[in-house]
């Protein structure tokens, strides 16, 4: 239950900063004291920043952080693939392991969004959930070192993320070094039909709107 409550503070305070993630603070701090240290603290600190910072600055360092950062890149699938071929068919594969569920991911995101993935895996299915953040354990530690090498705050919340998942193993240590020194592979290609968010009609009697995210009474 501890990773499901990390894996939902996380996916809410790795969205966007507005309005309505200010007001859902205070539910986020009193979830994130429920967790092991190792977990409460780096979600604590970050809510604290939050809570100091002013929303058009948050606004503005949330964009400066994510966009065009090629090591500090919020799509999953970006670290192991880049903009390559590959990477159709691993957005695929979230794409599926949603369905399957009975979620449906609106369509203002593409599936790999951490936000999307730890929504998933918090309030769907934590077992495929869980799997798909352990399969992109080597981008998501890229992640974690290249923000806390730029003093991001935001690498508290990946700290947190990453201590929910197992230790890294010496292969996966091995694709961080060359991830850290190479960046993702660099092939620019289209990713039709996977490049601009959008899905097949769920064929099953469940359906689960998986929105981006959302706030399940914390």
């Known amino acids: 239950m501890s990773r499901r409550t990390a894996w939902q503070c996380a996916s809410l305070l790795l969205d966007y900063p507005d309005e309505g993630l200010a007001g859902r603070l205070p539910a986020i701090r009193s979830a994130a004291a429920t967790l092991p240290d190792r977990m409460s603290v780096p979600l604590s600190r970050f809510v604290d920043h939050l809570?100091?910072?002013?929303?058009?600055?948050?606004?503005?360092?949330?964009?400066?952080?994510?966009?065009?950062?090629?090591?500090?890149?919020?799509?999953?699938t970006y670290f192991a693939?880049?903009?390559?071929?590959?990477?159709g068919m691993a957005l695929l594969r979230f794409k599926q392991a949603?369905?399957?569920?009975?979620?449906?991911?609106?369509?203002?995101?593409?599936?790999?969004h951490l936000s999307?993935?730890?929504?998933?895996?918090?309030?769907?299915?934590?077992?495929v959930g869980g799997q798909l953040l352990e399969d992109h354990r080597a981008g998501l530690e890229v992640l974690r070192l290249s923000l806390?090498?730029?003093?991001?705050?935001?690498?508290?919340?990946?700290?947190?993320?990453?201590?929910?998942?197992?230790?890294?193993?010496?292969?996966?240590?091995?694709?961080?070094?060359?991830?850290?020194?190479?960046?993702?592979p660099e092939e620019e290609v289209?990713?039709?039909?996977?490049a601009t968010?959008?899905?097949?009609?769920?064929l099953t009697d469940r359906r689960v709107d998986l929105p981006m995210p959302t706030v399940r009474g914390a």
């Not at 693939?81 to 990477?87: F, L, M, N």
């Not at 968010?197 to 769920?202: H, L, R, S, T």
């Open 197 to 202: 968010p959008g899905f097949d009609a769920v």
């Open 116 to 127: 999307v993935v730890l929504e998933f895996a918090a309030t769907v299915d934590p077992d």
């Open 190 to 194: 289209g990713l039709t039909p996977y």
């Open 51 to 76: 809570v100091d910072s002013d929303l058009a600055e948050a606004q503005a360092a949330y964009v400066d952080t994510f966009d065009d950062r090629r090591r500090c890149n919020l799509f999953l």
């Open 148 to 184: 806390r090498e730029l003093g991001s705050p935001y690498a508290a919340v990946l700290e947190a993320v990453c201590a929910t998942l197992s230790p890294l193993r010496g292969d996966e240590w091995e694709a961080v070094r060359r991830l850290a020194a190479e960046g993702p």
């Open 98 to 112: 949603y369905l399957a569920a009975g979620a449906v991911p609106v369509d203002s995101e593409l599936p790999d």
């Open 81 to 87: 693939h880049g903009d390559t071929r590959k990477r």
